[in-house]
């Protein structure tokens, strides 16, 4: 995203910290174990040699009539160290002692004794930051320590800096000043009605940065509000995370202005929006990302150097400038900013302007404005990458000068996506990173990969066009996937992932990293993936799977010789009738060929008629070689629904701009024919299902066709016009975008193109409607409005047409409550098995389900496990269905 890295935690700030749980240290050779009280964070450092983490307590209930500091602490308890007014850093108290409860040497004594009889002391004063050496677990000693929060843990790659922000100093200053009001206070006999108010509205609490070196015994002050360099009125954030760079040179923060404290008299604000012609964003969207405003922070960087004492701070980011973006090198950062843009983004998409940061400055030199795609900063950082949209190119800006170059506008192929059929900008096939030095840039194209050198324009084809001529198409993959995008390609050889275009077999490549014709190490008519190599060992580990083939773990050598598979993950699959799936072709109305998966019964007889169900959506063939395990949810599962006697019909959809309705009719209504005209499809019993945009099409094909038996369409559109205005909650942004330049496709506004809406509207005819209709969309849809599910029910209703409608209370777009996923797919299949396979009729279908009555009917039973009967079984409706013997 464009916003400044998310925050590491929520929350608005001054926020009370939460008290800390067991933190449990496990031998894993011995088993001992050891347990650290209060515990609220904790991060290792690479080599495991060293365990920082947090000591947060519970805050003290105050006694009845107690306020102000009385409240943390108790005016009996002891002191495990003088209060004081302000801590410096370089001249921490000695440490509380915080030791473990050993399980297996005994509980120890904590620091400050505690009886009955007694009020605890503030054991707040043991709050802070611990080290443990897992060598010797029982000797925990404290870098820092003392009332306050604690936050963002960090080691560099060393492990010997370990750096975190606290706001210790302010509340120990804070408590000071409290005592001496309220000593004050006695002595006038006077009481400040104001104290319960300010404890309700605490004040803004001002953080510093901390760093901790080895062979120090305590952490000292890196950053605070005097830093200079600071922003006046700033200081390092709370919730921004820490990072080193690998040299552990630079320690990048965040900072933020502190919040100007809330009068404590100030009336509550009304709870009304405002939403204005002139809102760089709309209300809903600034409410979406309201809490991720109140925790911004902009990014900076303090050097290190080799002597801490003459470390530098130096601010990156500003309000006008809010997302800084590092790598290794330590010359400049990217700047990135959409701020001009925010209108524009509810209509045409995200645009950006380009920096190059200087990071012993801060100053910020524009490279390119208005770009559609973010750009990427090479690994040393000499140039900027970015993809320019309106002329679907490459494009590399230099950082000390902002050249502009064109990398690819003399090239003969193509770099945008040429089978992306929205009405919008480009958008490019990617690129594999930068060879050492940023000589060369390598970018890929629909097949192959070209690497350009920015300095000479000078460009080369590395495969040698071996990709377009076998029609597969050659990606990198990094055999060290961690921060692969920040470092160099190998300079010895580059290893390829290949997917061959139609068939979808894959496998793997290698190429001299220099160029030549790509070596063929694996391939095989499956989906083979997930490729990662043993760090201190030249094994590899990988996937393969096909419809039929769990995807088991298989090794082998660099080169791929003699793979071997390791794991054996599902043999419980051999007791299921599984079925075939296979890539057919079809031809569209207009002539084109396309493409669509066919899955068939284990026991497939061409010479049988058999119920087929339609699964929609866009281009569906990539899934050929994709395993699909049993399991409940919103759409159809293949395995099940094949298992339980269906074929199931998955066809590719293209589209043609401002007519996606007839688009898919013109696609899906020949994929259907043409298989029942084969004569192995009842044409009495086909359904077809889809959901979100697949459902906006079933909308739009039941309105025209009386070709389906029974259809189920989930959360979908049927008011383009009403759709139009909408919003998209989950991000509060408007809709317009998807319709203009998106998914939606019509490609112009509803006052420019009104005949596309209403076309493309099924709405508009829903009189038409003969086929059952089972939908489901949630109350709290943060996508598709649920409005636009109202509005297709009540007019089916309203006109005596067959339909139900499931909205699984709080869920949004899609199920994510497993038991909803199951209650769901459960009524799905019964609604389908009635039509299409003849099984009862189901009680809910003939009889309304009262508000009161509302989801007391159990499914759950039908999810377990019973004693398979035979080897392979064939399903013969809902009844068995519900027992356990087929594939759920």
């Known amino acids: 995203p464009l916003d400044q890295e998310a925050p590491a935690e929520g929350g608005a700030p001054s926020a009370k910290k939460l008290p800390g749980n067991d933190l449990l240290l496990i031998d894993a050779q011995t088993g001992q174990r050891n347990t650290f009280k ?267 150097g080799q002597d801490v004492d003459a470390a530098r701070f130096v601010q990156l980011g500003t309000v006008d400038l809010p997302t800084i973006q590092v790598n290794e090198n330590a010359r400049v950062a990217l700047g990135l900013s959409e701020l001009p843009y925010r209108p524009l983004m509810s209509w045409e998409g995200v645009y950006m302007d380009a920096y190059a940061v200087d990071l012993d400055t801060g100053a910020a030199t524009p490279l390119a404005r208005k770009l559609r795609h973010a750009p990427t900063l090479s690994p040393t950082g000499r140039y900027l990458l970015g993809f320019d949209a309106p002329a679907a190119r490459w494009m590399a800006w230099r950082t000390d000068t902002a050249q502009a170059i064109d990398l690819t506008g003399r090239i003969k192929a193509r770099f945008d996506n040429d089978e992306r059929d929205v009405p919008d900008l480009p958008t490019a096939y990617g690129s594999a990173g930068w060879t050492a030095g940023d000589d060369s840039v390598v970018l890929y194209d629909k097949f192959d990969l070209w690497a350009v050198q920015p300095a000479t324009g000078l460009s080369r084809n590395l495969t040698q066009g071996l990709g377009r001529k076998r029609q597969v198409q050659l990606r990198v993959v990094p055999l060290d996937p961690e921060d692969a995008d920040q470092r160099a390609l190998p300079a010895d050889a580059l290893m390829l992932a290949g997917t061959q275009d139609p068939t979808r077999a894959s496998g793997y490549f290698r190429v001299d990293a220099s160029g030549g014709v790509p070596t063929t190490l694996l391939q095989d008519d499956k989906m083979i993936g997930g490729l990662i190599k043993a760090k201190d060992a030249d094994r590899l580990v990988f996937t393969q799977q096909t419809f039929t083939e769990f995807p088991d773990l298989w090794t082998s050598t660099l080169s791929f010789e003699r793979p071997q598979r390791i794991s054996e993950a599902n043999p419980q699959q051999a007791r299921y009738a599984w079925g075939t799936q296979e890539l057919i072709e079809y031809t569209a109305a207009d002539g084109r060929k396309l493409r669509a998966l066919l899955a068939k019964p284990a026991d497939f007889d061409p010479k049988r008629q058999y119920p087929m169900m339609v699964y929609i959506y866009e281009k569906m063939s990539d899934n050929r070689h994709r395993y699909v395990p049993p399991a409940p949810g919103q759409n159809i599962n293949v395995t099940r629904y094949v298992s339980n006697g269906y074929l199931v019909l998955r066809p590719d959809i293209v589209y043609t701009t401002g007519h996606p309705g007839r688009s898919a009719m013109n696609t899906v209504l020949p994929a259907v024919r043409q298989q029942i005209a084969k004569g192995y499809v009842d044409p009495k019993r086909v359904g077809i299902q889809g959901h979100s945009w697949g459902a906006y099409q079933i909308n739009y094909l039941i309105t025209r066709t009386h070709e389906f038996r029974a259809a189920e369409a989930g959360a979908s559109m049927a008011n383009m016009i009403s759709g139009y205005g909408g919003i998209r909650w989950g991000a509060g942004i408007s809709r317009a975008f998807q319709y203009e330049h998106g998914q939606s496709r019509i490609g112009a506004t509803p006052w420019e193109r009104p005949d596309l809406y209403l076309e493309n509207s099924p709405i508009f005819r829903v009189d038409k409607v003969t086929t059952p209709y089972l939908t489901i969309h949630n109350d709290e849809d943060d996508a598709v409005p649920w409005y636009q599910g109202i509005e297709f029910f009540t007019a089916l209703r309203r006109l005596g047409k067959e339909a139900y409608w499931f909205n699984y209370n709080g869920e949004k777009h899609g199920l994510r409550d497993r038991d909803n996923m199951k209650h769901f797919t459960v009524h799905m299949a019964e609604f389908f098995d009635h039509y299409l396979l003849g099984s009862p009729r189901p009680a809910w279908m003939d009889q309304p389900v009262p508000y009161l009555e509302r989801g007391k009917r159990d499914v759950m039973g039908q999810f377990k496990p019973v004693a398979p009967t035979a080897a392979t079984a064939v399903a013969k409706g809902q009844q068995e269905a519900a027992s356990g013997g087929n594939a759920k």
């Open 38 to 304: 209060d515990a609220a964070d904790f991060a290792w450092n690479n080599g495991g040699t060293l365990l920082a983490y947090v000591v947060s307590v519970k805050e003290a209930k105050a006694p009845a009539g107690a306020s102000g500091a009385a409240k943390a602490t108790p005016a009996t308890a002891p002191e495990t160290r003088p209060a004081e007014p302000s801590v410096p850093a370089s001249a921490n108290p000695p440490a509380p002692a915080a030791p473990p409860a050993s399980d297996a040497l005994g509980a120890v004594p904590p620091a400050t004794p505690v009886t009955a009889a007694k009020p605890a002391a503030d054991d707040s004063a043991r709050e802070g930051v611990y080290l443990i050496d897992p060598s010797a677990p029982t000797r925990a000693r404290a870098v820092m320590s003392g009332a306050g929060s604690y936050k963002q843990l960090r080691f560099d790659e060393a492990g010997r800096q370990l750096a975190f922000v606290s706001n210790r100093d302010h509340v120990a200053e804070t408590r000071a000043s409290e005592k001496a009001r309220e000593a004050e206070d006695r002595k006038d006999g006077a009481k400040d009605s104001a104290k319960d108010a300010k404890a309700d509205k605490p004040d803004p609490t001002p953080f510093k940065l901390f760093l901790w070196q080895a062979g120090q015994d305590r952490a000292t002050v890196l950053v605070s509000a005097a830093t200079a360099g600071m922003p006046a009125g700033w200081t390092p954030s709370e919730h921004a995370p820490l990072a080193f760079s690998k040299d552990g040179l630079r320690l990048f923060l965040g900072t933020a202005e502190l919040p100007t404290p809330e009068p404590k008299d100030a009336p509550e604000p009304m709870k009304v929006d405002l939403w204005h012609w002139k809102d760089p964003e709309l209300q809903s969207a600034q409410k979406a990302k309201a809490e991720r405003e109140r925790t911004r922070s902009y990014r900076a960087v303090v050097h290190l």
